[in-house]
Every structure is written in C-alpha cells, then in structure tokens.
C-alpha cells in the first residue's frame, strides 16, 4: 500500500522539477465501481492535482462488452460527481474495439499503442476507433529513457486542445462544490474549477 505521506512527496518532488501532478486507478471490470473510487480518493485525501483523475482500465476479467462499458461509466459518472472533475479514460488501442461501446465516449481518451515502436521509427498513429473521433492523450512507446531513471518508461503525448481545456479550466458537474477547502495559495484543477 502506498502511504499518503509518500504520495504527498512524490508530488511535491514533481512539482519541484516542473512536471503537473496526476492520479490513475487501475481498475478491475469485476469489481464494484463506487468502491473502487471511494478507495482511490481515500489514498490521497485532500491532495490537490493538476490533471483530471484517470480510470486504467485494461482487463474484462470476463465481462461482456456491456458490462465492461457500464463499470467504466459508472467509475467515471461517480468521481466526477465527486470531484466535479471530468476524467479521463486509459485503455490500450487493442482494448476498445472488443470491451467498449459508445456511451464511453463523453469522456477523453487516453490511448496506449506502442507495441515497442516509438516516434523516432516512424510510429505515430494512434488508430481510429468508431467510439472516440479524436485521442487526448497517446501512449506511443513503452520503451522510452528519461535522465534520471534507469530502465524503459512510457513516453505519451498530450493533444495540445486537450491540453489547453485543462490549463484554462475544466469541464465540471453543474451545480457541483469543490471537494476541498482552498487556502490563497492553492493552485491545480480544483482552483480552476472555482474560477
């Protein structure tokens, strides 16, 4: 388990280099979709982000297509009620065809298909899908070096549309309140959402 005290630092470690703060849920279809975002907002409390919340998911655990479809909706219609925060959906290009229908696709995309190419070899597409028109953030590499850290790590790419949605604002629930009290000083999502 992953302490809140440790998440706090690691955020403020990337806040310290520049980098924008985010938290994803690796999800199984299995399971009660409220619990597992009840549980997910526990882990981090107050904390606040800079990135809508993400939904991982990327096994059926033999659920239908229906089935996989409404945990996801209901995950996603219940942490934005909560945060007031649209979220976002992480999945692998492979997933969507056979585990998705249409009703997912009021929130954004984030698609990984890398199957170990990257940009320098010419690998840029992140496939069309009949659900989503347009992808918001693109997992192309799985095999990307960063300074700093040893071993492979995910290299993405933001649409620069999506991008500005979250840096000017974001999309909230009517008639929502904020989840957390604000001081002066705050900054993230949850201020732009005030604003």
């Known amino acids: 388990m992953v302490s809140r005290l440790?998440?706090?630092?690691?955020?403020?470690?990337?806040?310290?280099?520049?980098?924008?703060?985010?938290?994803?849920?690796?999800?199984?279809?299995?399971?009660?979709?409220?619990a597992e975002v009840n549980f997910f907002l526990k882990k981090f409390g107050s904390m606040k982000v800079d990135l809508p919340?993400?939904?991982?998911?990327e096994?059926?655990?033999?659920?239908?297509?229906?089935?996989?479809?409404?945990?996801?909706?209901?995950?996603m219609e219940y942490i934005q009620k909560k945060t007031g925060i649209t979220p976002i959906l992480y999945t692998g290009y492979s997933f969507i065809k056979s585990n998705f229908t249409i009703?997912?696709?009021?929130?954004?995309?984030?698609?990984?298909?890398?199957?170990g190419s990257n940009r320098s070899k010419g690998f840029t597409n992140p496939g069309d899908t009949t659900i989503w028109d347009r992808w918001a953030m693109f997992q192309y590499t799985d095999q990307g070096k960063v300074n700093?850290?040893?071993?492979?790590?995910?290299?993405?790419?933001?649409?620069?549309?999506?991008?500005?949605?979250?840096?000017?604002?974001?999309?909230?629930?009517?008639?929502?309140?904020?989840?957390?009290?604000?001081?002066?000083?705050?900054?993230g999502l949850t201020v732009k959402e005030l604003q």
């Not at 919340?53 to 998911?57: G, K, S, T, V």
């Not at 655990?61 to 945990?71: C, D, E, I, L, P």
């Not at 991008?163 to 309140?177: C, K, P, R, Y």
């Open 6 to 34: 440790f998440l706090q630092f690691l955020k403020e470690e990337a806040k310290n280099v520049g980098l924008r703060v985010g938290f994803y849920h690796f999800a199984h279809a299995d399971n009660d979709p409220i």
């Open 53 to 57: 919340h993400c939904l991982d998911l």
């Open 59 to 75: 096994e059926n655990k033999g659920r239908t297509k229906a089935q996989v479809t409404a945990s996801a909706v209901r995950w």
């Open 103 to 115: 009703a997912v696709a009021r929130y954004p995309l984030w698609v990984a298909r890398s199957s």
């Open 148 to 187: 700093g850290i040893s071993g492979n790590v995910d290299i993405n790419e933001m649409d620069l549309a999506f991008f500005n949605s979250i840096n000017t604002g974001v999309t909230v629930v009517e008639d929502n309140e904020p989840s957390t009290q604000l001081q002066q000083s705050d900054s």
